[in-house]
């Protein structure tokens, strides 16, 4: 007999897509309240009808629910399931035995606890947290003597993406790579004046982003990791690190400033979101937000990435002029890109690649053709967005040899940027915007990789017409536009499955989508007013990664499921845990897709999840772990005997700071809040999920 899952009913959040203002503030410039981007008038895969019909069946308007901040420990939300939980997390674990390998563990419930929620019989233990000290000469972290030397040498704030890569010839331990995606000053600094942050602060910030890469030690008996400090490859990379620029833009006119005629050197990486592990030993960390970082966006050339008027949210243009468009106009356009980083190079000059194109880029998770040729997927996060394919041109050579790495490190430069256009199967009046599946039971169709440019080492061939190679890599969402790629409901993660070749792509939501003046629900995003998201499934034609065509069906259409819009892969509802907002995505070693959430629209905290995706048990989702109020759940990776996740912004809830904190995790009431990786293991030792 099916067990009932733990349910949530109350939608909550002060914001259109499930997060706090102070979220949308420092994260991404608060780009839900401005205009969508995307104004291009290119078709989508519902076209007219669907548009017409989702005007009809408006989104109901969510309560707005205002999340007290006022004190210190657990903010509440209104309806929160806490009562729900404890019979239902009973009959869960009456069959926590079953369920897909990898997947046997006895479902979290929803709730809004100011903690890491494991399931029971598993354990944790932070890894390392905002400030430790990771470097050389870097001293503890004094949350009241914070100084940006000190930053450049300690882990930085909002870690997301994670890697952990194996360290040959150092039995025990492995080296762990973070992104920083961005800062919370008011949850940073004690007294913090919006409008006059000071320099230090300003400096501080630049050495709280970017990359870390830290070794960690295994504990022998169980799942815990324990940093390395002053490892000769622990490194910090900041928004002031120098990076080269390649591919294509790099030496164009558009990348060129007064601090670089050559076009090809830029400082820092910014708002480096996912990322990805390539085949070669390397870590790719997509920049996305970067937008909010530059002022007098008004100035720029392009209108599509959505900068903003007037002063930045953290003044840096103050500064640094670069980060005034009015000063320096060709800055803005040397971010968006993917980074390089070779993690096993202490010396090395991180790359940002032009040839896979400038945009939000969420994540770059790589696949080898059969001939060995790099395949990089990235998602755009915006609503009404794209995704993209890279199709690299030469082949991945083997060893670790200085020559073998540097040809490796010069692999995404040559190739074909893709942009996905999907075409929906069912007539378009079947997709009427209440998440029914149309006539032929599944919301699914074919779609085609449309070229955008090819890179080769003579120079570069643009396939939009009225564009150069040059305008594509840096001006790349105006190249779909042009060419009619499909309008997304935010693509987020993108990842292949290294078991059935399957690509498994997360829309997060769309608060706009089907609202007058917006493409309405079509068959690839069926819901007006998304709110919670969905994840489609692709096939590469062939299953060949370098396919130009693909099937595609949705997975998942996330929500409450008892919420008739909702689909679990056909699988039985009364049987999965609730989801909202999918985010990241990433495969255990059984072949299950894990999924972690941003911008829970349900009352309930974010999460991790863990799903089959083929087997009798295919859409049987089940919710491994919580997060602490405020934060995200991100980073996800998924070990043998270990899950690893990243605490994203805890205590990001609006009215909270430094003397008004929403969280005291992860150290407890007294202490600032602080970003932290997190590992969860067994207590009994064995394999997770088995
Ligand atoms: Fe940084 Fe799209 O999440
Ligand atoms: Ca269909
Ligand atoms: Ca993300
Ligand atoms: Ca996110």
Redesign the pocket.
């Known amino acids: 007999m099916r067990k009932l899952l733990p349910l949530i009913g109350t939608p909550s959040g002060s914001h259109p897509g499930g997060r706090s203002a102070m979220t949308c503030r420092f994260r991404c410039g608060d780009a839900c309240f401005h205009e969508v981007p995307n104004t291009s008038s290119n078709e989508y895969v519902g076209d007219v009808i669907a548009g017409a019909l989702s005007r009809r069946s408006m989104m109901r308007a969510a309560a707005v629910v205002t999340v007290a901040a006022a004190g210190a420990g657990t903010v509440t939300l209104a309806g929160a399931p806490e009562a729900n939980a404890a019979p239902a997390a009973q009959a869960a674990a009456r069959g926590k035995h079953k369920g897909a390998r990898g997947l046997r563990f006895t479902p979290v419930a929803p709730n809004t606890r100011d903690a890491v929620v494991v399931p029971e019989g598993y354990r944790q233990n932070v890894v390392i947290r905002w400030g430790e000290p990771i470097l050389r000469g870097a001293p503890a972290f004094d949350p009241e003597k914070q100084t940006a030397r000190a930053q450049a040498g300690q882990f930085g704030y909002n870690n997301d993406f994670l890697a952990l890569l194996p360290l040959p010839g150092e039995r025990g331990r492995q080296l762990l790579v973070a992104n920083h995606e961005y800062t919370d000053e008011v949850l940073m600094f004690r007294g913090y004046d919006p409008d006059n942050p000071t320099r230090e602060q300003v400096e501080i910030a630049w050495a709280a982003h970017g990359l870390s890469a830290v070794v960690v030690e295994e504990d022998r008996r169980t799942g815990k990791l324990t940093p390395v400090t002053r490892h000769h490859l622990n490194r910090r990379v900041t928004a002031t690190t120098e990076f080269r620029l390649t591919g294509p833009a790099a030496g164009s006119d558009l990348v060129k400033t007064s601090a670089d005629r050559s076009g090809t050197k830029v400082l820092g990486t910014l708002n480096n979101c996912s990322g990805g592990t390539t085949p070669w030993g390397t870590t790719l960390h997509g920049e996305e937000n970067f937008n909010q970082y530059f002022a007098n966006g008004s100035r720029a050339t392009d209108k599509r990435y959505g900068l903003g008027t007037g002063a930045t949210e953290r003044k840096w243009e103050r500064f640094d002029k670069r980060f005034d468009v009015a000063q320096e106009p060709n800055e803005v356009h040397r971010f968006g890109y993917v980074v390089e980083f070779d993690p096993y190079d202490p010396h090395s000059t991180p790359r940002k690649h032009t040839a896979l194109g400038r945009f939000k880029h969420e994540a770059a998770t790589v696949r080898l053709t059969h001939d060995g040729r790099p395949v990089v997927y990235s998602g755009d996060d915006e609503r009404f967005d794209y995704f993209y394919k890279f199709v690299g041109s030469k082949r991945m050579k083997k060893g670790t040899s200085r020559a073998v790495r540097e040809h490796n490190l010069s692999l995404l430069d040559e190739g074909t940027l893709y942009v996905a256009k999907l075409t929906?199967?069912?007539p378009a009046i079947e997709i009427d915007g209440t998440g029914t599946l149309?006539g032929?039971g599944?919301?699914?169709?074919s779609g085609q990789w449309i070229p955008l440019v090819t890179a080769t080492a003579d120079g570069a061939v643009s396939h939009v017409p009225g564009m150069t190679a040059e305008e594509v890599c840096v001006f790349t969402r105006l190249a779909g536009d042009k060419v009619g790629a499909t309008k997304m409901d935010r693509p987020e993660d993108i990842e292949p499955s290294p078991v059935t070749g399957k690509v498994y792509v997360a829309l997060t939501n769309n608060s706009n989508r089907g609202k007058a003046g917006y493409a309405g629900p079509d068959?690839a995003n069926p819901r007006p007013g998304n709110k919670h998201g969905h994840v489609l499934e692709l096939t590469e034609r062939w299953n060949r990664p370098e396919s130009t065509s693909f099937a595609w069906s949705l997975f998942l259409v996330a929500g409450d499921p008892q919420d008739p819009a909702t689909y679990f892969a056909g699988f039985p509802k009364d049987a999965v845990s609730p989801i909202s907002c999918p985010d990241n995505v990433a495969f255990d070693p059984h072949g299950n897709l894990w999924l972690s959430t941003d911008g829970n629209a349900l009352g309930s905290h974010d999460g991790l999840f863990g799903v089959a995706v083929k087997g009798d048990r295919r859409g049987e989702l089940k919710q491994f772990l919580t997060v602490p109020t405020g934060a995200e759940t991100c980073g996800p990776v998924i070990q043998d005997r270990r899950v690893l996740v990243s605490v994203q912004h805890p205590g990001e809830v609006d009215g909270a700071s430094v003397d008004e904190p929403a969280s005291t995790w992860p150290d407890g009431p007294g202490t600032i809040v602080r970003p932290a990786v997190v590992a969860v293991w067994r207590a009994d030792g064995r394999d997770i999920g088995v």
Do not use: I, L, T
């Not at 599944?442 to 169709?445: A, K, L």
């Open positions: 929906g199967d069912s149309p032929d599944e919301f699914d169709g068959e």
